[in-house]
C-alpha cells in the first residue's frame, strides 16, 4: 500500500509535467502567429510530444521524480533547470539531427522551452502543496519499545511518504519519553485512535508477543486505520529491507521464486537483444582504451577475477584494468572511493568514474553469467565472511546477478567494510523482493544519471 501511493505521488507529478508540455505547446503557437490554427496545432503535437516523452524520462535520469524535492525549494530549482537545459540540447538534435517530421522549429522552440520552463517550475511548487494537503500519510500511532519510537520518528521526518508521528504507546518499561509526542496506555489503544484521529499504527514489536495488544488489534479491525510493522515503513521510506526487523518466515512469505520464472526468462531475452549494441560499442573503444592503458600503466588492458553467481555458483568476469599490477600485493580489499584509490592509474581513474572498465562484461551478459539489472556479483573471499555474519547474505544469490542493481544507485557509497557489504545487502533484497521490468527501467535510467554525474564507485 505504502509503495503504490508513493507511486501515485511520481505518477500525478509526471502527467502534471506533460500537460504542462502540451499547454506550454498551446500557447507557443498563438504566441508565434497571433492566433490558434488547430490545423498548424496538428502539425506540431505528434513532434512535440515526441519531445515532452523525451524530456519526462530526461527528468527522472537527473532525479526530478524524487519526492523529497517537493520539501527542498533550493534543491528543486536547482535540479529543475539543470534538467530543462539538458532537455533543450536533446529538442534541438531531435529536430535537427533527426527530422523525422519535416519540422525545424527555432523560434517555436525557444518559446516552448521558455513557457514549459515557467509553467513546469510553477507546477512542481503547486504540486508540493497538493502532495502535502491532499496525500499526506496521516496521523501515525506507535506502538512498541519506548527507546526504538524516536527512530521511527526521524525515520518518518526524514522519508517523503509524508506520515506524522502524533501519539506513542509503549510496550515496555522504560522510562523514555518524547516530550512532542503524547503517549497513551496500551489499554487506551481504542480511545486513543479516535482522541488523535489516527490513521496508521505502526507496530514495533510482533502481536504475538503482547497477547494485550492483539486483543485491542483484533477489536479494531473494523476501523479505517491502516496496520503496518517496523520493517515495512523502514522499507518504503528508504527502499531497503532492514534485516534486524525481519525473520526467516518473512523471507518465506516474500521471497516466492516461482511466481518470477516468467519474468526471469523473459528478462533473458532482454539482456541478449539490449547486450549486442553494448558489445559492438566494446569493441570499438577496445583499441582506444588499449593505448590509453599502456600510456598510463604497464601491463595487459583486461583482468579476470572470479566472482559468485546464481546460485552460489562462481565464474569469471572480465574488465578493463583500472589499477597498477601491484594493487593487490597485499591481499584483497574492498572496492574505494574512485577519487581517491592510490591504487588506479590516471587513465583506469576515468575508466572506473566513467564506468567503461565493466563494458567486456557484456560477455557475461551473452553466456549468461550476469544480468544487466541484478545484484552485483562479489568475490568469494569477501562472501564467506559476509556470510558468517549475516546468514541472510546468500539469499541475493537467488537471482543471476547483474552489471548494475538497484543497490548501486541507491547506495552510493564506496563498499569499503563488511559493514557497508551488509547495508548494500539490504538493498540487493529489496530488489529481490520487488524486482519487475518497471523496477528494472528505473534502475537502467537511474544509472545512466549516476554515469553522466560520475556519482559512485
Known amino acids: 500500500m505504502l509503495q503504490q501511493g508513493q507511486r501515485l505521488k511520481s505518477l500525478l507529478l509526471l502527467v502534471g509535467d506533460l500537460a504542462m508540455f502540451e499547454l506550454a505547446l498551446f500557447l507557443s503557437l498563438i504566441l508565434r502567429y497571433g492566433d490558434l490554427d488547430l490545423s498548424r496545432y496538428l502539425v506540431n503535437v505528434p513532434s512535440f510530444s515526441i519531445v515532452a516523452l523525451i524530456w519526462i524520462v530526461c527528468f527522472y535520469i537527473v532525479g526530478l521524480y524524487n519526492l523529497m524535492?517537493?520539501?527542498?525549494?533550493?534543491?528543486?530549482?536547482?535540479?529543475?533547470?539543470?534538467?530543462?537545459?539538458?532537455?533543450?540540447?536533446?529538442?534541438?538534435?531531435?529536430?535537427?539531427?533527426?527530422?523525422?517530421?519535416?519540422?525545424?522549429?527555432?523560434?517555436?522552440?525557444?518559446?516552448?522551452?521558455?513557457?514549459?520552463?515557467?509553467?513546469?517550475?510553477?507546477?512542481?511548487?503547486?504540486?508540493?502543496?497538493?502532495?502535502?494537503?491532499?496525500?499526506?500519510?496521516?496521523?501515525?500511532?506507535?506502538?512498541?519499545?519506548?527507546?526504538?519510537?524516536?527512530?521511527?520518528?526521524?525515520?518518518?521526518?526524514?522519508?517523503?511518504?509524508?506520515?506524522?508521528?502524533?501519539?506513542?504507546?509503549?510496550?515496555?518499561?522504560?522510562?523514555?519519553?518524547?516530550?512532542?509526542?503524547?503517549?497513551?496506555?496500551?489499554?487506551?489503544?481504542?480511545?486513543?485512535?479516535?482522541?488523535?484521529?489516527?490513521?496508521?499504527?505502526?507496530?514495533?514489536?510482533?502481536?504475538?508477543?503482547?497477547?494485550?495488544?492483539?486483543?485491542?488489534?483484533?477489536?479494531?479491525l473494523f476501523n479505517s486505520v491502516q496496520i503496518l510493522d517496523r520493517a515495512e515503513i523502514e522499507e518504503a521510506a528508504t527502499g531497503r529491507i532492514p534485516l534486524s526487523y525481519v525473520t526467516e518466515s518473512w523471507f518465506l512469505h516474500h521471497l516466492n521464486e516461482g511466481d518470477k520464472a516468467w519474468y526471469e526468462g523473459v528478462k533473458r531475452i532482454i539482456d541478449i537483444i539490449l547486450a549486442i549494441p553494448f558489445g559492438i560499442i566494446t569493441l570499438i573503444l577496445w583499441p582506444f582504451v588499449t593505448i590509453a592503458t599502456k600510456l598510463s600503466s604497464p601491463g595487459p588492458t583486461l583482468y579476470s577475477q572470479i566472482r559468485v553467481g546464481k546460485g552460489g555458483k562462481t565464474f569469471k568476469i572480465h574488465k578493463f584494468r583500472t589499477m597498477h599490477l601491484d594493487a593487490e600485493?597485499?591481499?584483497?580489499?574492498?572496492?574505494?572511493?574512485?577519487?581517491?584509490?592510490?591504487?588506479?592509474?590516471?587513465?583506469?581513474r576515468f575508466m572506473r568514474r566513467a564506468r567503461i572498465d565493466e563494458l567486456p562484461q557484456i560477455w557475461n551478459v551473452l553466456i549468461g553469467d550476469l544480468s544487466l539489472i541484478g545484484?552485483?556479483?562479489?568475490?568469494?573471499?569477501?562472501?564467506?565472511?559476509?556470510?558468517?555474519?549475516?546468514?541472510?547474505?546468500?539469499?541475493?544469490?537467488?537471482?543471476?546477478?547483474?552489471?548494475?542493481?538497484?543497490?548501486?544507485?541507491?547506495?552510493?557509497?564506496?563498499?569499503?567494510?563488511?559493514?557497508?557489504?551488509?547495508?548494500?545487502?539490504?538493498?540487493?533484497?529489496?530488489?529481490?523482493?520487488?524486482?519487475?521490468?518497471?523496477?528494472?527501467?528505473?534502475?537502467?535510467?537511474?544509472?545512466?544519471?549516476?554515469?553522466?554525474?560520475?556519482?559512485?564507485?
Open 69 to 220: 524535492l517537493v520539501r527542498e525549494p533550493v534543491r528543486l530549482f536547482r535540479t529543475f533547470l539543470e534538467g530543462m537545459i539538458i532537455n533543450l540540447g536533446l529538442a534541438f538534435c531531435f529536430f535537427y539531427l533527426l527530422p523525422f517530421f519535416g519540422l525545424t522549429p527555432r523560434t517555436i522552440l525557444l518559446l516552448f522551452f521558455s513557457l514549459s520552463l515557467l509553467l513546469g517550475y510553477a507546477w512542481r511548487l503547486i504540486a508540493g502543496r497538493l502532495l502535502q494537503k491532499y496525500f499526506s500519510g496521516g496521523r501515525v500511532l506507535y506502538v512498541g519499545p519506548a527507546e526504538e519510537m524516536r527512530r521511527v520518528d526521524a525515520l518518518l521526518r526524514e522519508s517523503s511518504l509524508g506520515m506524522k508521528l502524533v501519539a506513542a504507546i509503549a510496550t515496555s518499561n522504560e522510562t523514555y519519553r518524547h516530550n512532542e509526542i503524547n503517549w497513551f496506555p496500551l489499554a487506551a489503544y481504542q480511545e486513543t485512535l479516535k482522541a488523535e484521529h489516527i490513521t496508521s499504527v505502526v507496530l514495533g514489536v510482533r502481536p504475538e508477543s503482547e497477547p494485550e495488544l492483539s486483543r485491542q488489534l483484533y477489536k479494531s
Open 329 to 348: 600485493k597485499d591481499g584483497a580489499r574492498f572496492t574505494a572511493d574512485a577519487k581517491t584509490d592510490p591504487r588506479l592509474f590516471t587513465f583506469g
Open 375 to 457: 545484484a552485483r556479483p562479489e568475490r568469494p573471499e569477501f562472501v564467506s565472511p559476509l556470510v558468517e555474519r549475516m546468514p541472510y547474505y546468500a539469499l541475493r544469490h537467488l537471482t543471476r546477478p547483474g552489471l548494475t542493481g538497484w543497490a548501486q544507485v541507491m547506495f552510493l557509497t564506496p563498499t569499503a567494510s563488511l559493514e557497508d557489504n551488509l547495508k548494500k545487502l539490504q538493498y540487493d533484497l529489496y530488489y529481490i523482493k520487488h524486482r519487475s521490468f518497471f523496477l528494472d527501467a528505473l534502475i537502467l535510467l537511474r544509472t545512466v544519471g549516476i554515469v553522466l554525474r560520475r556519482q559512485g564507485t
